[in-house]
């Protein structure tokens, strides 16, 4: 074997020894740990040493290893695939390294001599057909075994992966009530954090919009059953009505539902399947979720559109936009005579400009950080400003819309002076949590606020019968049921560490 520098920046394989000769010089426990490893393997295993420990004495005395007894020679390397020099003499062990490198035979050295070998063994840990391992390339073995431990302990919870959605919406909760839930700015950062941190949570993704807050898991059998996810959104308190869960094919279920936008604020809409992605992007980039949670919502993208094509005939075609715009023209608003203040430049705000310039007299669009572009054919009639310009202008404004995803209210009663005390101004809140001081209906009776109940509670007195809907969805969901067995056995793919 030529002469090397180890840099001990080794690469990580299986060796596959069943039927190979392998050979441990020394009988002590150390040696004992490594030929119950080969033995483990199928090697065949043959020990020199003059003296053994009473647990290889068992081995040998059973036949699973062969024992010489007597001190290294030379020409016990002969025919070894791999070689352990595990003696309680550093010498000795150099002498078995020094044989093996004029042999051009792969040794391993237990003690000091490690830096100078030419493997070294990982801790690991086994669980069926999976084997864990953990290398700190010989420089720090504690280290190797406390993460090895403590990773072992995640192998059982690896067995299934189980598909889980915890939340609540708008038909448990009211405005009021679900706010405090709703998981946005420093709130989001802060879950995310924490379910990283719980066992049996494989990959995760947090799904945060106007109407619901909620997080689909994959994760273990015992975590789906033991509530951790319930208490981590804070639903601990709630009667069992006021949130759901659901696991397995009804999770699924419910993926497909929300996706197809059959139960959202405006059934039928299209946003939730952007936010959907969006959502899935986010925690993608942060860590949080990776195949097994782009595979189940690729499959709920899919039967979404099933849905839609089958139950889009029965449902009027809106978005949380449209039925501000509707709300507003069923409550006597002259949109053609009115100034509109629009609060965000997102991409619920962007569609409420498109959608209201051509009916409205004017608007003023209000941004906090970026600047939306205007097209060209809306001419003069969209005046951009800033969220700190805006109560320079709120008098100008009859209808005020909020399509903010700010944490907090941006319209409060701060702002009280400058509304405009000649006329009735309507206030339209669609963010979550509510981005308008509720007080500030109670201000005159020239100021009204509407929030999303408010809408909601309006709308379905509009809506077609929404059980004829929800039984066509579930039974397109049903019968691609597949898809949800089909990605929930691919984690035991027998390809996956090929």
């Not at 789906?224 to 009667?239: Q, V």
């Not at 969209?382 to 399509?403: P, W, Y």
């Not at 001081?437 to 929404?466: A, F, I, N, Q």
Request: hydrophobic letters at 40%; one cysteine or more.
């Amino acid at each position: 074997m030529t002469d090397k520098t180890h840099s001990h920046n080794g690469i990580h394989i299986n060796l596959f020894l069943a039927g190979r000769r392998c050979l441990v010089v020394g009988g002590g426990k150390v040696a004992t740990r490594k030929i119950k490893m080969l033995v483990e393997g199928d090697a065949k295993v043959t020990i020199v040493s003059p003296e053994v420990c009473d647990e290889l004495a068992a081995l040998i005395e059973n036949g699973s290893v062969v024992h010489v007894p007597r001190r290294f020679e030379q020409r016990d390397i002969e025919g070894a695939s791999i070689v352990y020099a595990a003696t309680n003499s550093r010498g000795v062990n150099r002498q078995v390294l020094e044989t093996c490198r004029a042999a051009d035979t792969l040794c391993c050295c237990v003690d000091g001599n490690w830096a100078d070998s030419d493997f070294t063994t990982p801790a690991t840990a086994k669980h069926n057909n999976l084997t864990l391992s953990v290398s700190s390339g010989g420089n720090d073995c504690r280290q190797s075994k406390m993460i090895k431990n403590s990773l072992a302990r995640h192998l059982e919870m690896m067995e299934a992966a189980h598909l889980v959605v915890v939340g609540t919406d708008h038909n448990h909760l009211t405005v009021e009530e679900r706010e405090p839930f709703h998981l946005t700015g420093p709130k989001f950062e802060r879950a995310g954090f924490m379910i990283m941190q719980l066992w049996g949570i494989h990959e995760f993704m947090i799904l945060n919009t106007c109407n619901r807050a909620e997080v689909i898991a994959i994760v273990s059998e015992e975590t789906s059953e033991n509530g951790i996810l319930r208490h981590m959104m804070g639903f601990a308190a709630l009667k069992e009505d006021k949130y759901y869960l659901k696991t397995g094919k009804k999770a699924f279920e419910h993926l497909c539902l929300v996706t197809a936008g059959m139960l959202s604020q405006t059934p039928g809409e299209n946003h939730i399947t952007a936010q959907m992605k969006d959502a899935l992007e986010t925690a993608k980039q942060r860590g949080w979720a990776g195949n097994m949670t782009q595979a189940w919502i690729s499959s709920a993208l899919q039967v979404s559109k099933a849905i839609k094509n089958e139950v889009s005939p029965l449902l009027r075609d809106f978005e949380i936009e449209d039925l501000a715009l509707s709300y507003l023209e069923a409550h006597d608003k002259d949109l053609s005579k009115s100034t509109v203040m629009v609060l965000g430049a997102g991409m619920v705000g962007k569609c409420l400009v498109a959608d209201s310039v051509a009916k409205v007299e004017k608007i003023i669009w209000c941004y906090h950080v970026n600047k939306p572009e205007l097209a060209a054919e809306w001419g003069d009639k969209v005046e951009l400003r800033t969220f700190n310009e805006m109560k320079n202008h709120i008098t100008d404004a009859d209808i005020i819309i909020s399509a903010t995803d700010a944490p907090g209210h941006v319209l409060h009663m701060a702002h009280a002076p400058f509304f405009n005390q000649e006329r009735p101004v309507m206030v339209i809140d669609l963010g979550m949590p509510r981005n308008i001081d509720p007080e500030l209906d109670d201000l005159s009776t020239d100021v009204t606020v509407v929030d999303l109940d408010g809408l909601k509670y309006w709308y379905r007195r509009e809506l077609t019968d929404m059980n004829e809907v929800l039984t066509r969805a579930r039974a397109i969901t049903a019968a691609n049921k597949d898809l949800y067995d089909k990605i929930a056995k691919s984690l035991k793919s027998p390809d996956a560490d090929r």
